[in-house]
């Protein structure tokens, strides 16, 4: 079983940036694919990014290419979120996901645990 919480969400203004960190439970983190979902009012849960376990491979939805970087320390079994020039269109429940597998994947079905959401909001 694996837990994950989910920090660093709040209020921001269009422009700054935010780092998002997911925290997980118990020793097995090293072998985790983590993903970075959101999901913005009245609309879908979305994939954002992803880090395969190993940390060479990274994945990022269009919208954030350029702007949001993914990162793990296995050390201290979390991942993080680094977004950077944040716009109003990225306000949205932030969600970290996971799974026993080599490879990320960007469905919401590729992965088996999920933590319980952070609020981001980016005003004008």
């Known amino acids: 079983q694996v837990q994950l919480v989910e920090s660093g969400g709040g209020l921001v203004q269009a422009g700054v940036s935010l780092r998002l960190s997911c925290s997980a439970s118990?020793?097995?983190?090293?072998?985790?694919?983590m993903g970075w979902f959101r999901q913005a009012p009245g609309k879908e849960r979305a994939f954002v990014s992803a880090?395969?376990?190993?940390?060479?491979?990274?994945y990022y939805a269009d919208s954030v290419k350029g702007r949001f970087t993914i990162s793990r320390d296995n050390a201290k079994s979390t991942v993080y979120l680094q977004m950077n020039s944040l716009k109003p269109e990225d306000t949205a429940v932030y969600y970290c996901?996971?799974?026993?597998?080599?490879?990320?994947?960007?469905?919401?079905?590729?992965?088996?645990?999920w933590g319980q959401g952070t609020q981001v909001t980016v005003s004008t």
């Open positions: 996901a996971a799974r026993f597998s080599v490879l990320p994947g960007s469905a919401i079905g590729d992965y088996d645990y």
């Open positions: 118990g020793r097995t983190f090293s072998r985790l694919t």
């Open positions: 880090i395969s376990w190993n940390d060479v491979n990274t």
